[in-house]
């Protein structure tokens, strides 16, 4: 017989306003099994606790029931509190009957509340028989993390976590990582070149002995879970052996052939074996395979044989190697809407209609003008500017819903670059509204407007083509509601931020969640706005959204604390309401498998003495399991349960309904 | 009929109400209409289950044989859910075993599907209250209620 | 191969060089286009109040009626086309709305009809490449504006017959006639349309626009597919400046049957101030 | 101007027939500017089509029946078609025009169309322009 004790809250007068406490003890005291029980004033006072832990003991309980408030408030501190006096803490139970009783059933009389609150006790006592004793669940921890992205969040994740003591591996499938940080001028509102002061940080990266990058490689698969991934990176063939080589350049200088600059975003050419840009990171080129002579029919290999150190080895292979790690950290950033998408805008047929990211290579003193302002179409110097914001943003017929957030901030540093540059040009800019809440930013965009002469259009442009060598910029200026229309040298679209290409991929292969736009769902969007619905798997900068580099670095800081705290032991806890598969019912259906959002369940082998293979089993990985019990419906021979909601537990408290 | 003569006509019959919530949406949802201070009919027993995914249909069952009148499930938002697709699981099982409730002769009237969040406190008591209305108007379920016998220490305080 | 063909008002009378154009280049290049035995007129617009049941039973009538003459119905004249079109959807797609109109008409008529214009026509199941085979006097040197206007292609989601910032159908015609296409930026702005009958100068300042746009860019002749556009931008050529009066607008199914060997007078040239016969015989191609 | 404000000129019965004639949820219209900008006719009318959304979502009918906008609109869709909310003025200013042609009440009289225009034009502008301006 088991020796029940329940413990009714009156929660000062929350609970006893409306329920007769001292009835519901009493009259509960009459169950099978119960051997103790009272109402108190405040079960989770101090007081409350120590009496609350004396009565176990001194009644030998060997479960409790607390009627009181939500298990979401106070169920932790009572197991808790049962655990120090000697019980299993999952042998306490939490009947709620305040939030779910006393608070929204206001009748005076108090006969309501104390009907319900007897049903709802009752329930839970006949439920706490089933319980069976359950202890946490602890899990080794590799500490070791894994950063998916080299741009400046993953950047920030991985020299923060280095910092803290524990190796990192950043994989970038470019040649450099850097990301679209890299390609910018100046940052919005204090100016300073990106350059500047994001070179420091990739050689830091680059130098630190705790980080090592992978570089132009890609994940191909991760297994495992929270403190024990297994993963399996491809590092594509570079044909360039990166122990040896120095990074001399002399290979790229004598390369024959071109092809149009990715990182430049077709502003200008780049060799067949390249580095991205100039400061790349590690500054090793690669071969470019699609485009090589030497590669695709054997020949030329001018680069071998200028190379001093030997180091071009065009036999190179893909590599696929499997590394372990405890976390893991997405940073895969954004890609931009490609100008092509706006018909109306010239189709990006117009050459002088560019992206703004385009823009930030002409004003980039490393890019292919040197910094001058100048129409890709024929090398002069624009007088009149047209930035169009919202190109895709904020339309949801033929772009996006959401709003790029970055623009704003970004078109009013391009006006004053322009400004800086082109000093008797003229910029205009069409906005729907200006968003710049942030730090010194609405100073900022006053500035462009106020000092560096922008003039600023409330409105959409509806249409721009060419006319007489112009460009005709048709839009509206809804504040004086007029037409408006410029004849413009140039346009510059500030393309919607979107989500990656691959960003479906590498959810799959992660197993996140990602939203309409395919950006990646965060566990919570306020209060954990890093984390993941996989545990163990960490989200930084605008693969989440669109945001600007502050924030991304302050996600990347984020993450890495996130990681250091699963990292601070050297084995993890966790609660154990997983799933438990009974090896002698379950008929390998695997209904199971295909149902677990988490992938935590196996096929197991069972082999005899002689190691035949008898039968296969589902088994359930612990780590992997969040709980959720869509296994346990599935289930046709009914042979896995949930533990802390078994069938028996929950058949017991309908029982006594 | 007055409002008074209608509390009258509907009080004399009170129906037990079985729900079976998710623990992250309803079962949050329900305590904010708590900490609102919301008031809503008192005919509700709420069990408490990590996802509406972990319902199996047969408790269904079980709590019309153990003398509900009417049982409600409730789980997160389609696409909300804690467990990423254990709503969907929930949703695709009740497509198909509404039918077979059907045909064990419960009136499917008596069984209602919801979505309520952790925010949706409001709905939560509109629900509560059209539904006892709903099951109030059809009167006790009495087809199950022989099958229950030999029940262990059951609801003498009713 | 026939196909019904859906003439409407205008191409029965003030236009009739287009319909006969039409049906003489269809027959060179492989099909036949049936007149529907009995039509009325569709509107001439489709009403943009989605609760104007009246606006769509006329149309609607003429696709019931097209409906027992075959699946396709074809036509020529872009209001027509547009007005089938759109009102074919709302038949296929609206319930409530199709059953009031079934109900007007004491009919049964489900929307399942498909509207192409003769342009799909050629582009889609004759193919440009074949209609390039079939040319026997290459449009050599001309060089032709497409002007497609607003109901060839807007809305894009109920027409949809190309893309309707940068369409390229007739400019993919012209090519194949061997003509040289001239792309202008107004090519898909409005003429003015039925505003001619009231308020001359919206349609003077747009169509004005639209031959002003095509001259500069090199458009030695406008080629439509729309009566009420090419009658709008005849009567500006007054209008516009010294350099682009003058210039012809033709059916594109008249330099289509020029083409493919028509004989020159059937063609119908002379409608349009005998400019277009200048021009083709500058050309050398008369 | 001053524009007095008050929810039952917001709401009146006179723009829910508006939105239900037009099948257009006036609210949806953020003022991008994007139909003025593309209007061909923008500039012939009194007001604008961004100003027309606008003055709808103030309540202020009136003065719009007495603009000249509805008049001018042709419906060539470049304001539907561009618009990223997916509204569409053409069918806004329709509702309009037939708020007054129900009415029995006529934009034009059919004897005021100069009779060449009459002899010549193609059949559709005068159908098309009789269904728009005459009731």
Not at chain 1, 71 to 97: S, V, Y
Not at chain 1, 256 to 261: L, M, T, Y
Not at chain 2, 96 to 111: E, H, P, S
């Amino acid at each position: 017989m088991p020796r029940i004790g329940v413990f009714v809250c009156q929660c000062g007068n929350n609970i006893e306003s409306t329920v007769d406490t001292q009835k519901v003890a009493d009259e509960t005291k009459k169950l099978p099994g119960v051997v103790h029980t009272e109402s108190y004033k405040f079960m989770c006072s101090s007081p409350g606790q120590e009496s609350f832990k004396k009565a176990i003991k001194e009644n030998k309980l060997d479960g409790i029931v607390v009627s009181a408030c939500s298990p979401h408030m106070h169920e932790k501190t009572f197991r808790r509190a049962a655990e120090a006096a000697g019980l299993n803490p999952f042998q306490c139970e939490i009947a709620n009957i305040r939030e779910q009783c006393s608070w929204v059933h206001h009748d005076p009389t108090k006969k309501v509340g104390t009907a319900k609150t007897m049903d709802l006790t009752r329930m839970t006592i006949q439920r706490l028989k089933k319980n069976r004793d359950l202890t946490k669940i602890t899990i080794p921890v590799t500490k070791r993390a894994l950063v998916i992205g080299g741009g400046i969040a993953g950047i920030q994740a991985a020299l923060d976590i280095a910092d803290g003591g524990h190796e990192v591996v950043i994989v970038e499938k470019e040649p450099s990582i850097g990301g679209n940080m890299a390609r910018l001028s100046e940052t919005f509102p204090t100016m300073d070149c990106s350059q500047c002061i994001l070179t420091p940080k990739m050689v830091e990266a680059e130098l630190h002995d705790k980080i090592s990058l992978y570089t132009y490689s890609e994940v191909e698969k991760v297994d495992g879970y929270i403190g024990n991934f297994s993963v399996t990176i491809k590092k594509k063939a570079k044909f360039v052996d990166e122990s040896t080589c120095t990074g001399c350049g002399e290979c790229w200088e004598k390369c024959p052939f071109k092809a149009d600059s990715e990182f430049e975003l077709g502003l200008s050419k780049r060799k067949v074996i390249y580095t991205p840009f100039p400061q790349a990171v590690p500054n090793i080129p690669v071969i470019d395979k699609t485009r090589c002579p030497k590669i695709l029919k054997d020949k030329c290999g001018l680069c071998a044989k200028v190379c001093g150190p030997q180091s071009i080895d065009f036999t190179q292979e893909d590599q696929l190697v499997t590394e372990e790690f405890g976390a893991i950290v997405v940073a895969t950033g954004y890609d931009l809407m490609p100008k092509s998408k706006f018909g109306e805008y010239g189709y990006g047929k117009i050459t002088d209609v560019i992206s703004g990211m385009q823009f930030e290579r002409l004003a980039s003193a490393s890019g292919p003008t040197g910094g001058a302002i100048k129409r890709p179409s024929d090398g002069t110097e624009p007088k009149n500017i047209v930035f169009i914001q919202c190109a895709g943003s904020r339309d949801e017929k033929r772009g996006v819903s959401y709003c790029s957030k970055i623009c704003c901030m970004y078109t009013a540093k391009h006006t004053m670059l322009y400004r800086h540059k082109v000093h008797d040009g003229q910029a205009y800019v069409f906005y729907m509204d200006i968003r710049s809440g942030g730090k010194r930013y609405e100073e900022f965009v006053r500035g462009a407007i106020e000092h560096d002469g922008a003039m600023y259009l409330r409105g959409r442009v509806s249409r721009v083509y060419e006319k007489d060598g112009k460009i005709i910029v048709q839009g509206a200026d809804t504040l004086s509601g007029s037409q408006v229309e410029i004849e413009a040298d140039m346009v510059v679209l500030a393309t919607a931020l979107v989500s990656r290409d691959s960003a479906t991929t590498v959810a799959q292969t992660l197993g996140i969640g990602y939203d309409k736009d395919k950006f990646y769902n965060e566990y919570h969007p306020k209060l954990k706005p890093v984390e993941t619905v996989t545990a163990g798997v960490f989200l930084a900068g605008t693969c989440v959204g669109p945001m600007d580099i502050p924030e991304s670095v302050s996600q990347g800081s984020a993450v890495a604390s996130k990681t250091l705290a699963l990292f601070s032991s050297d084995k993890m806890a966790r609660e154990p309401i997983t799933a438990d598969v009974n090896t002698q019912t379950c008929n390998a259906c695997w209904d199971c498998l295909n149902a677990c959002p988490y992938v935590a369940i196996d096929k197991t082998e069972v082999k005899d003495r002689k190691g035949n293979v008898v039968k296969m089993l589902a088994t359930v990985n612990a780590g992997l399991c969040q709980g959720c019990g869509v296994c346990v419906c599935a289930c046709r021979s009914k042979a896995i349960d949930l533990n802390g909601y078994t069938d028996e537990q929950v058949y017991a408290a309908i029982a006594t309904f | 009929m007055s409002e008074e003569a209608k509390m009258e006509s509907t009080s004399s019959f009170e129906p037990k109400i079985m729900a079976f919530v998710c623990n992250w949406c309803t079962y949050a949802g329900a305590d904010l209409a708590g900490t609102s201070r919301m008031e809503y009919r008192p005919n509700v027993r709420i069990v408490k289950l990590p996802c509406t995914g972990r319902i199996d249909p047969l408790f269904i069952i079980k709590a019309f044989e153990n003398g509900a009148d009417g049982v409600l499930v409730s789980g997160c938002h389609p696409g909300d859910c804690h467990y990423t697709t254990g709503n969907y699981h929930a949703r695709r099982r009740w497509i198909a075993f509404k039918d077979l409730l059907d045909f064990t002769g419960i009136d499917m009237n008596r069984v209602h599907f919801s979505w309520v969040s952790a925010s949706e406190a409001i709905k939560w008591v509109e629900l509560i209250n059209n539904v006892t209305d709903e099951i109030s108007a059809m009167g006790p379920f009495m087809d199950f209620k022989a099958l229950n016998r030999g029940k262990p220490e059951s609801n003498e305080e009713k | 191969m026939k196909i019904p063909y859906y003439p409407g008002c205008t191409l029965n009378t003030v236009a009739k060089d287009f319909d006969t154009s039409a049906k003489e280049s269809a027959r060179a290049v492989g099909f036949e286009m049936e007149d529907l035995e009995q039509w009325n007129c569709c509107g001439a617009s489709f009403p943009l109040t989605p609760d104007n049941i009246m606006g769509l039973s006329a149309p609607a009538k003429v696709l019931s009626g097209a409906k027992k003459a075959g699946d396709t119905l074809t036509t020529l004249c872009s209001v027509c086309y547009n007005v089938l079109k759109r009102t074919n959807k709302v038949m296929q797609d609206d319930k409530t709305r199709r059953k009031s109109v079934n109900e007007f008409m004491e009919d049964d008529y489900d929307g399942s009809l498909k509207i192409v214009h003769y342009l799909e026509v050629l582009r889609d199941d004759i193919g440009f490449a074949k209609l390039k085979e079939t040319v026997t006097k290459p449009l050599e040197g001309i060089k032709a504006g497409a002007y497609y206007g607003c109901m060839l292609l807007r809305p894009f989601d109920d027409i949809g017959i190309d893309n309707a910032e940068a369409p390229t159908i007739m400019e993919d015609m012209l090519k194949a006639l061997g003509a040289t296409p001239v792309e202008f930026p107004d090519k898909i702005e409005c003429c003015g349309a039925h505003l001619a009958m009231n308020n001359k100068e919206v349609v003077t300042r747009l169509s004005g626009n639209v031959i002003d746009s095509a001259v500069r860019e090199g458009a030695e002749i406008i080629v439509t597919t729309c009566p009420l556009c090419q009658y709008n931008l005849e009567s500006v050529q007054e209008s516009v400046g010294a350099t682009a009066a003058g210039v012809p607008i033709v059916y594109f199914t008249q330099l289509l049957g020029l083409a493919l060997g028509q004989d020159i007078e059937q063609l119908g040239f002379d409608a349009n101030g005998g400019a277009a016969k200048k021009y083709l015989k500058r050309k050398g191609l008369l | 101007m001053k524009i007095k404000l008050n929810k039952n000129d917001i709401d009146s019965a006179l723009i829910q027939q508006i939105e239900r004639m037009s099948g257009e949820t006036i609210k949806r219209c953020y003022q991008c500017g994007n139909c003025s900008g593309g209007c061909p006719v923008s500039y012939a009318m009194d007001i604008p089509p961004t100003q027309v959304m606008r003055y709808l979502q103030l309540g202020m009918v009136e003065e719009l029946m007495e603009a000249n906008s509805m008049w001018v609109c042709v419906g060539c869709l470049q304001c539907f078609s561009r618009c990223p909310q997916s509204v569409s003025v053409a069918n806004t200013l329709e509702g309009l025009r037939q708020l007054v042609l129900r009415k029995g009440v006529d934009h034009d009289r059919i004897e005021d169309i100069p009779l060449p225009m009459l002899k010549s034009a193609p059949q559709q502008a005068i159908v098309c322009g009789f269904r728009k301006f005459v009731s």
